[in-house]
């Protein structure tokens, strides 16, 4: 099956910057819409940003508009979520995941548009 991986998570303090790398296994990682969701105690999980296969469209939750940047390296099988000026509500388990469909125009939001999914990194953000 297909594998992903999250790093870069961490402690820091409100108004500091994090880079969390999502690896992926798959020859085919290139052709499809990648996402970020995190989850935070007693809460839902959550969408947070989103690119397609061919890196045109990219979308974000109103919540990080300005602060979070998606992207990704098809030749490493790599996406990336840097994130800026973070702050205490940003706290929870960050996850990537794959679009269950290749090559679409759109960008999957939801949860059920997305079939593979990595462990988490944990987002602690202090005041």
């Known amino acids: 099956q297909v594998q992903l991986v999250e790093s870069g998570g961490g402690l820091v303090q409100a108004g500091d910057s994090l880079r969390l790398s999502c690896a992926a296994s798959g020859r085919t990682f290139s052709d499809y819409a990648m996402g970020w969701f995190r989850q935070a105690p007693g809460k839902d999980r959550e969408f947070v940003a989103a690119?397609?296969?061919?890196?045109?469209?990219?979308y974000y939750a109103d919540s990080v508009k300005g602060r979070f940047t998606i992207s990704r390296d098809n030749a490493k099988n790599t996406v990336y979520l840097q994130m800026n000026s973070l702050k205490p509500e940003d706290t929870a388990v960050y996850y990537c995941?794959?679009?269950?469909?290749?090559?679409?125009?759109?960008?999957?939001?939801?949860?059920?548009?997305?079939?593979?999914w990595g462990q988490g990194t944990q987002v602690t953000v202090s005041t």
């Open positions: 690119i397609s296969w061919s890196a045109r469209s990219i």
């Open positions: 995941a794959r679009d269950l469909s290749r090559r679409r125009t759109i960008v999957p939001r939801s949860r059920s548009q997305y079939d593979y």
